[in-house]
């Protein structure tokens, strides 16, 4: 399993020159920025997470804080729940914040919602494939591809 955390970082240097900035959201009202093991993840994945740090607890923010960071890709995956409520929770902040639709990364198609209580709500071996899904959504269907149904299942992720 080690040697396939190792082969993602691997896979997705190779896809840039530099690395996409993400935000990883684990609750949607109020927002909450994923935090734990989640920035190790993202790091794995090949992405820059300035919204915490290795071992930092989840953390509320302000709407303004994620306007301010306007990522390239953002990263829905609310703690302890399915796909489908990920999904609704993207869709409820698209119709009711203004703001959110402005977004970079909304308006580029690049706002994905994920499985939170699979892949992202406690520590296991599931935990790779969740940063499988991740480099996925990050680095797009040439990553998935390479890393295949396995290590990124494409039922994870609506985006």
Request: glycine content about 12%; overall charge negative.
């Amino acid at each position: 399993m080690q040697s396939a955390f190792d082969w993602i970082p691997k896979v997705t240097g190779d896809m840039t020159s530099s690395k996409p900035r993400v935000a990883f959201l684990e609750w949607h009202d109020p927002l909450f920025a994923g935090g734990h093991w989640i920035p190790d993840m993202l790091e794995i994945a090949g992405c820059s997470y300035e919204m915490g740090s290795s071992s930092d607890r989840s953390k509320a923010m302000k709407d303004e804080e994620l306007g301010q960071l306007d990522p390239d890709v953002i990263l829905i995956g609310p703690c302890g729940f399915s796909l489908d409520r990920a999904f609704n929770d993207t869709l409820d902040l698209y119709e009711k914040k203004a703001w959110f639709k402005e977004m970079r990364a909304v308006k580029e198609g690049r706002a994905f919602a994920l499985d939170g209580n699979s892949y992202y709500a406690r520590p296991g071996p599931r935990l790779l494939q969740g940063c499988g899904i991740m480099a996925a959504c990050i680095h797009g269907d040439q990553v998935a591809e390479i890393l295949g149904e396995e290590l990124a299942p494409s039922g994870g992720i609506v985006g």
